[in-house]
């Protein structure tokens, strides 16, 4: 049971280009979120998803885009990156008791 | 609004010595969902413990231990005779109802440091 995936892992960028992070969750989840962490400030929620179709904005979703086409897939876009989106980006899911489950997440710099 | 408060930013014990994690929170909801979550130095986020807003009980796993408070808005965390292993972030989180779905919040996080 792979639980919750990311990818890539690590990845850099140079400032203006595009890129997407995948998250895939094999639990079966209805809600999915994107979190970005930076150090000092814990984790803060770009965009989540609660069920296939629907996504909503969080905290900080300027910069950002995602869709949730599939059920078990969640993709996090960057149409244009910045150096202040190098981060760390997280990837979660929960269920109806609403614990999250985190992926491993994926380093981003951005140059 | 939501808002978790982790007031300590970094603490440093001795192996052996018990720890005490603050955390105060704020919500207008009446239902909502508290957890603390530990983020070893590998970096993932591992879940350890989820409190509703109903259930007051105190919670003992092991070395770990939770104290739920509604009336002071705090969910403490404490760990008895700390180990190097338990040297992390530990980061306090609140989820409520919003838009079909739940939104969390998270503390800024508290950096543990246990030395042998």
């Known amino acids: 049971n792979a639980g919750v995936t990311q990818t890539p892992k690590f990845r850099v960028l140079k400032t203006g280009q595009s890129m997407t992070l995948l998250c895939a969750q094999d639990?079966?989840?209805?809600?999915m979120y994107w979190y970005r962490q930076d150090p000092g400030m814990g984790l803060r929620l770009i965009h989540y998803?609660?069920?296939?179709?629907?996504?909503a904005k969080g905290e900080v979703p300027d910069g950002y885009n995602v869709s949730r086409l599939k059920k078990q897939n969640f993709l996090l876009g960057l149409e244009s990156a910045a150096p202040s989106q190098t981060s760390v980006y997280f990837c979660a899911s929960s269920g109806p008791v609403k614990t999250q489950y985190f992926g491993p997440g994926t380093r981003l710099l951005v140059l | 609004a939501q808002k978790v408060t982790q007031a300590q930013t970094e603490i440093s014990v001795v192996e052996k010595e018990d720890v005490t994690l603050d955390c105060v929170y704020e919500?207008?909801?009446?239902?909502?969902?508290l957890f603390w979550y530990k983020q070893p130095p590998s970096g993932e986020l591992v879940f350890l413990i989820r409190?509703?807003?109903?259930?007051?009980q105190n919670e003992i796993s092991g070395r770990y231990s939770w104290n739920f408070q509604k009336s002071t808005s705090s969910f403490n965390f404490t760990i008895t005779a700390s180990q190097v292993v338990d040297s992390a972030v530990y980061f306090c989180a609140l989820s409520e109802a919003q838009g079909g779905g739940f939104k969390t919040i998270f503390g800024a996080g508290t950096r543990l440091f246990v030395k042998a």
């Open positions: 998803s609660v069920g296939e179709g629907t996504t």
């Open positions: 639990m079966n989840h209805e809600y």
């Open positions: 919500t207008r909801d009446t239902t909502y969902y």
């Open positions: 409190r509703n807003s109903f259930d007051e």
